[in-house]
């Protein structure tokens, strides 16, 4: 017994022994360990403490103010509307009232653009791409933000009742209220906020087809449609490259969202591919000729190709070309149709010449809808010349007799076949002389 006790005695202490080296070098260990950690955050602090920090350059008014209201999608804005209103006015241009549509439409844009960055801003604070903006910056209050934000819309939609007509004011109204009481909140709430934000980018153009025909008729749907479709691609091409800087302000981007890419990816082909027959339907409808068929429907295949690459690789190369093709597509496709605006049918074709159709409002009576043929070369009918009729006078072959009172002619030869003729205003044209 004495020798089991003396046993485990000693296995005791060699236990306790072995138990008190291993602390010893697990504190050894974590404190080289934790050494070590602590001088590679000693020289990484050193080494950005002497790095150049790339600050900002301060802003100036203009570039703040510019930047506040979206400058450059406002002029995109613009140019989708001066389309729609010259479109929409094959024949001539009313120039006054295009400019007061264009100011009108801006002052509109520029609202809602400033309104949506001053509901945003801490969202935009998170975000590489937008932290520079005046309001997170502080180079522009947020209560100036929204006060001239505010300001901004009324006198659009102010200039466009007063100076073009209501409608055109309704629909920049209806523009101004969905893209910041419905898409903004969208964006962090779910992924259709795309689909809300391109009927927004859809209205431009039916605003200035509105302020130059005075109603909403088929050729303001059809540009809004091809605007609305446009957008899909076009944005999600933007989120797909700028995905990391959305997930960072939390926004629901459908390019954005872990497994939804190939989503987005076959929604952009379908999208462009949709745009061939909106440009062909532009043409069927009337709205420009067959050149501008010809152009749309090749710059949609074209769109069509760079949506099936994005489609097949899904990275950032491909959705920077769809980007291009999107912008690219844009102006072609309105220039196009701006230049050769006006219907044309087929045996207008033939002719040389073009079909130009007045599209009367809806109220207007049915009789009232007419289609004036204005073909290159104008050729004059055919005058007809009513034949002045012709008097038969008798005469005998000797003698003359004195002519009566009560004819309307007198004769011009002796001859039994002379004849004369009367004036238009004689009553009785007929009316053979008494020898």
């Not at 989708?80 to 929409?88: K, N």
Request: charged share 10%; net charge positive; glycine share 8%.
């Amino acid at each position: 017994m004495p020798n089991a006790m003396a046993s485990a005695v000693g296995f005791d202490a060699v236990d306790a022994s072995m138990i008190e080296f291993m602390k010893a070098s697990i504190v050894d260990t974590l404190d080289t360990h934790g050494r070590e950690c602590t001088m590679k955050l000693i020289n990484a602090n050193s080494e950005l403490d002497n790095a150049p920090v790339a600050i900002a350059p301060p802003g100036n008014f203009a570039s703040d103010w510019s930047t506040l209201i979206k400058a450059r999608l406002s002029l995109l804005v613009l140019a989708t509307t001066a389309a729609g209103f010259v479109i929409a006015e094959p024949n001539a241009i009313n120039w006054p009232r295009f400019a007061w549509t264009l100011l009108g439409t801006f002052l509109a844009a520029a609202s809602a653009a400033a309104l949506n960055q001053s509901i945003e801003v801490r969202r935009d604070a998170l975000m590489h791409r937008t932290s520079r903006r005046p309001i997170p910056a502080g180079r522009v209050p947020l209560v100036m933000a929204v006060i001239v934000g505010v300001g901004l819309g009324y006198l659009g939609c102010f200039v466009l009742a007063t100076q073009v007509n209501l409608i055109s004011s309704a629909l920049a109204g209806l523009t101004i209220f969905l893209y910041v009481a419905v898409y903004t909140p969208m964006k962090w709430m779910s992924s259709l906020n795309t689909l809300v934000g391109a009927v927004v980018g859809g209205i431009p153009p039916m605003i200035g087809w509105v302020a130059a025909t005075g109603d909403v008729q088929r050729g303001a749907w059809i540009l809004g449609a091809i605007l609305f479709v446009w957008q899909l691609p076009h944005f999600f091409a933007l989120a797909w490259m700028h995905r990391a800087d959305y997930q960072r302000g939390g926004f629901q981007m459908l390019s954005a969202i872990p497994g939804s890419e190939h989503l987005a990816a076959q929604t952009s082909l379908l999208s462009a591919l949709t745009l061939v027959p909106l440009g062909l339907m532009a043409t069927s409808l009337g709205l420009a000729g067959m050149t501008s068929a010809f152009v749309s429907g090749l710059a949609g295949l074209g769109f069509s190709y760079y949506a099936f690459v994005f489609l097949r690789r899904v990275d950032n190369a491909s959705a920077r070309k769809m980007f291009f093709a999107s912008l690219l597509y844009l102006p072609v496709v309105l220039g196009t149709m701006v230049m050769d605006r006006g219907s044309i049918a087929i045996d207008a074709a033939l002719r040389g010449g073009r079909d130009v159709i007045i599209d009367l409002p809806a109220s207007a009576a049915p009789q009232m809808q007419k289609r004036i043929s204005a073909p290159q070369t104008t050729q004059l009918a055919p005058t007809t010349t009513q034949e002045i009729p012709k008097i038969k006078t008798l005469a005998t072959p000797t003698t003359t007799s004195p002519i009566s009172p009560t004819s309307t002619s007198s004769t011009s030869s002796t001859s039994p076949t002379a004849t004369s003729l009367t004036s238009p205003i004689s009553t009785s044209p007929t009316s053979p002389t008494k020898p």
